[in-house]
Every structure is written in structure tokens, then in C-alpha cells.
């Protein structure tokens, strides 16, 4: 069965990121030394990071997407976000993954990514 006969039920559901962890502020910092090559924004601005997960243990798990499927950098725009991640004192571990849904749409962009961009 392919992706377009499966019932749609809806966006798949993004888990909240973990706002109330000690890191998460530096982990969004972090995000946000990563650029997309074609978008002088950083990548957390662009609405680009879904997820920030934060277990008990350290590990941080990130749900992310591209502005399009046939961006240039997919394949290595996973492992700059993780070499911004890793290095931050108290992270153990570090997974991104690349999600496709929801789709990102402009409408993701923060104020900032908007105003820089000239959207405002």
C-alpha cells in the first residue's frame, strides 16, 4: 500500500519539545548556529526543528524537516545540527531525524525569520 491509498486521519502528531529541561534553552541556541545555505536564517527561526526531546538521562532527540524534500544538504543538514548539539555540557547523546509531515510552510517562520527575509 502506498503512502497516497492509506487513510488520512489528519497531521501526524509532533511530540512537544521539552521546554522545562535545563539544556533546552542551550539546545535551541545551538539550532540556531545552523543555516540553511540558501536561507540566511537559522534553521530553529525557519520553524525548521519540530521537536526537542529531552529524557531524564540527557539524551536529546530532535524532529526537524526541510524547507523541500530535494534540498541540497538533506542528507548532511541532520549531522550539522547534531555537531552543534553535542558538544553542550550535560547532552550524553545526540539523534536527529528528518520528518516530512507536517510539511513545513512559511507559516513556521518566526517573526525574526520573517522580518529578516522581508516578509514583514
Given at each position: 500500500?502506498n503512502?497516497?491509498?492509506?487513510?488520512m486521519?489528519?497531521?501526524p502528531?509532533?511530540?512537544?519539545s521539552?521546554?522545562d529541561h535545563?539544556l533546552?534553552?542551550n539546545?535551541v541556541?545551538?539550532?540556531?548556529?545552523v543555516?540553511d545555505?540558501?536561507?540566511?536564517?537559522n534553521i530553529h527561526?525557519?520553524?525548521?526543528i519540530y521537536?526537542?526531546?529531552?529524557?531524564?538521562?540527557?539524551d536529546?532527540?530532535?524532529?526537524?524537516?526541510?524547507?523541500?524534500?530535494?534540498?541540497?544538504?538533506?542528507?548532511?543538514?541532520?549531522?550539522?545540527v547534531?555537531?552543534?548539539i553535542?558538544?553542550?555540557?550535560g547532552?550524553k547523546s545526540?539523534?536527529?531525524e528528518?520528518?516530512?509531515?507536517?510539511?513545513?510552510g512559511?507559516?513556521?517562520?518566526?517573526?525574526?525569520?520573517?522580518?529578516?527575509?522581508?516578509?514583514m
Amino acid at each position: 500500500m502506498n503512502d497516497q491509498s492509506a487513510p488520512m486521519e489528519g497531521t501526524p502528531m509532533i511530540q512537544p519539545s521539552s521546554t522545562d529541561h535545563p539544556l533546552y534553552d542551550n539546545i535551541v541556541e545551538a539550532c540556531r548556529t545552523v543555516y540553511d545555505p540558501e536561507i540566511p536564517v537559522n534553521i530553529h527561526d525557519l520553524g525548521l526543528i519540530y521537536t526537542i526531546d529531552i529524557n531524564e538521562e540527557s539524551d536529546v532527540k530532535v524532529l526537524m524537516s526541510l524547507t523541500a524534500p530535494g534540498c541540497p544538504v538533506a542528507g548532511e543538514m541532520p549531522g550539522w545540527v547534531a555537531e552543534a548539539i553535542e558538544p553542550l555540557p550535560g547532552v550524553k547523546s545526540v539523534d536527529v531525524e528528518l520528518v516530512w509531515e507536517p510539511q513545513w510552510g512559511m507559516d513556521m517562520m518566526s517573526d525574526e525569520a520573517r522580518l529578516e527575509l522581508g516578509f514583514m
